[in-house]
């Protein structure tokens, strides 16, 4: 722990509480804003008008990272700094990360106060004080930003609430707090006892998303969500066999963590994920008083993920969701992206909303108790992340296939975090899939949707059908040129290795085809597919002959 660095929202006492800290250890305070002015010449609020919130960040992101490369600072940012990425991960690289709390109404005092003090030596006013102030309604504002970055907050390793202390209290418990896990030989490097690592933010026009992703996070739950601004009271919902594993040790920790827990079972399975049981938990709800401001959680697979999702986006026109995924699939894909949904007999996820978790919780050690079969199909749509997006994350699955089949547990959970920060990343850019850009995860679901709906559902897993899609996808690209073989005969070996089908024999091909499309009546009508151009770039393709399509398939069944 080389450095201290203090987040939180304007107004929490950062600047000052650095200083009164460096004072007592004989550190060196370091105060990014101050460091801008200097830098810049020119008041920040300046920076934000003439050249925007980006720029600014970018100067931010440089005061930090140098701030951070150094020993001994005590290291103050702006209010927002801990937004960007690569600020906050430099924050923790080598640094003991201290969050100051404040209630909005305090916050809101607090900057009114400053803001006398500050027009008379104006410039350094902290970057979001006087827009924060500027608006009609400025408590609620400061309530809605400080909401949204709540979670974010909830990364420190530590979180003083300053309200009624004075700086120098302030800073004592902060000095405290350092010797506290010093002296526990825990450093902020060892996500497995400090801090839970964040595999990415996912940013979307409903706020950020934090994904943590560690291995025996569970037992932590009411802490983490303590730490995330969830008070309670919680509403978990979970199917019966993940109850029967996860819930007790769930409610163990939310009870010890203080926050008031109820819980709801539903039976596991696809046909759990209907109207009628989203019926069931609306009334639940409403039985137990639920309010807007309380929480559900979704505790379990996809199933659970995308039932409690829609259940949340609607119930009382939306109340907090949070989602700890405890199956592959739900880790790496349906957790992150918010798509929520209940099937009608109709088709699957007729009847649906997007709606962002508020929070993703993932413990990598549930997968121990995960079927085979389940994991591997998990394992297919993470293989799907690293060729569609990432050559890197996919040399893992090649190289180390292994270690990974085995659920080694630093390897599983760094090869998760990167297949969840994929799929942020590009939720994050193309949040309702209108930019061309989410559609690519959809690699291989082109076939494999048309396999699933042809075989009703019945025969193959949704990523063992992805898997053989991956192979047909992966033939259409090397027959138009766009795909080397090279890459071909690589994705073939890691499904192998994953024990993925990569064919379907006996299927109906009939069937297959009109269930894509593919037939006569859909001449003209463009299905777009995703294709390989190298392992770890994609692109898709308006453009493919039916024929070819047809004779891929044929290839498949035969
Ligand atoms: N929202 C999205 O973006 C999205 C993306 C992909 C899939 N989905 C949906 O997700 C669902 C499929 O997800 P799924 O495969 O997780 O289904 P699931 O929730 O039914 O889980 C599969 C099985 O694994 C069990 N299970 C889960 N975690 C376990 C654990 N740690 N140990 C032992 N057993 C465990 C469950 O009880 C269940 O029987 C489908 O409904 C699909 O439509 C949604
Ligand atoms: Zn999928």
Redesign the pocket.
């Given at each position: 722990m080389d450095n201290i660095a203090l987040i939180g929202f304007s107004g929490t006492g950062k600047s000052q509480v650095a200083r009164a800290v460096a004072d007592i250890l004989g550190w060196t305070p370091v105060d990014t804003d101050a460091e801008i002015v200097r830098r810049a010449g020119t008041p920040i609020a300046r920076i934000f008008q003439t050249q925007g919130e980006a720029a600014f960040r970018r100067l931010e992101r440089e005061a930090v990272q140098e701030a951070c490369a150094g020993k001994g600072s005590v290291i103050a940012t702006g209010g927002g700094a801990i937004m960007d990425p690569a600020s906050l991960s430099a924050m923790t690289a080598n640094g003991f990360l201290v969050c100051l709390e404040a209630r909005p109404e305090t916050i809101y005092r607090r900057l009114t106060e400053n803001k006398r003090e500050n027009d008379q030596a104006p410039g350094l006013a902290d970057a979001e004080e006087r827009p924060l102030l500027g608006g009609p309604d400025p408590l609620a504002r400061i309530q809605a930003l400080k909401a949204q970055r709540q979670p974010t907050y909830a990364l420190a390793h530590w979180t003083v609430h300053t309200d009624s202390l004075s700086i120098a209290d302030v800073a004592q418990e902060v000095v405290r707090a350092l010797r506290a896990f010093a002296a526990r030989g825990d450093t902020p490097q060892n996500p497995f006892n400090v801090s839970p690592e964040l595999a990415a933010t996912v940013e979307t026009s409903a706020g950020s998303c934090p994904l943590l992703v560690g291995w025996g996070l569970l037992p932590r739950l009411g802490e983490l969500l303590l730490q995330a601004g969830v008070k309670g009271p919680v509403y978990v919902v979970t199917?019966?066999?993940?109850a029967s594993?996860?819930l007790s040790t769930a409610r163990h920790s939310l009870l010890g963590a203080g926050i008031e827990a109820h819980t709801f079972t539903f039976p596991?399975?696809?046909q759990s994920?209907t109207l009628a049981t989203a019926t069931r938990l609306y009334e639940w709800l409403a039985s137990l008083k639920a309010r807007r401001a309380d929480t559900l959680v979704a505790l379990?697979?996809?199933?659970?993920?995308?039932l409690t999702?829609f259940v949340a986006a609607t119930y009382n026109r939306g109340i907090g969701f949070v989602q700890i995924?405890?199956?592959l699939?739900?880790m790496v894909?349906?957790s992150?992206?918010g798509?929520?949904?209940v099937?009608l007999p109709a088709g699957?996820?007729l009847v649906g909303a997007f709606y962002q978790p508020r929070l993703v919780i993932a413990d990598v050690s549930?997968?121990r108790?995960?079927?085979q079969r389940?994991t591997m199909?998990?394992w297919a749509?993470a293989i799907k992340h690293g060729l569609i997006l990432d050559a890197d994350l996919f040399r893992t699955f090649e190289e180390q296939a292994e270690q990974v089949l085995a659920l080694e547990p630093g390897l599983t959970t760094e090869v998760i975090k990167r297949s969840m920060a994929i799929k942020a990343k590009v939720v994050s850019e193309d949040e309702r899939e209108t930019r061309g850009v989410r559609v690519l995860l959809n690699y291989g679901h082109t076939i494999g949707h048309g396999l699933e709906a042809a075989t009703e559902y019945g025969r193959f897993?949704?990523g063992e059908a992805v898997a053989i899609g991956m192979m047909g996808a992966a033939r259409i690209g090397v027959a138009l040129g766009v795909t080397p073989p090279s890459a071909l005969e690589r994705q073939e070996e890691v499904l192998r290795r994953f024990r993925l089908p990569l064919s379907c024999p006996d299927v109906n091909l009939e069937l297959v085809a009109a269930a894509m499309s593919l037939d006569k009546k859909a001449v003209g009508s463009s299905l777009r597919w995703v294709l390989l151009q190298e392992v770890g770039r994609s692109t898709t393709r308006g453009d493919v002959p039916m024929d070819l399509a047809l004779e891929v398939l044929q290839g498949l069944a035969g």
């Open positions: 199917d019966d066999r993940v594993l996860y596991m399975g696809e994920k379990g697979g996809g199933v659970a993920g995308d999702g995924p405890t199956s699939a739900a894909d349906a992150i992206g798509k929520t949904a099937d699957k996820n549930a997968l108790t995960l079927p389940e199909e998990g749509e897993l949704h």
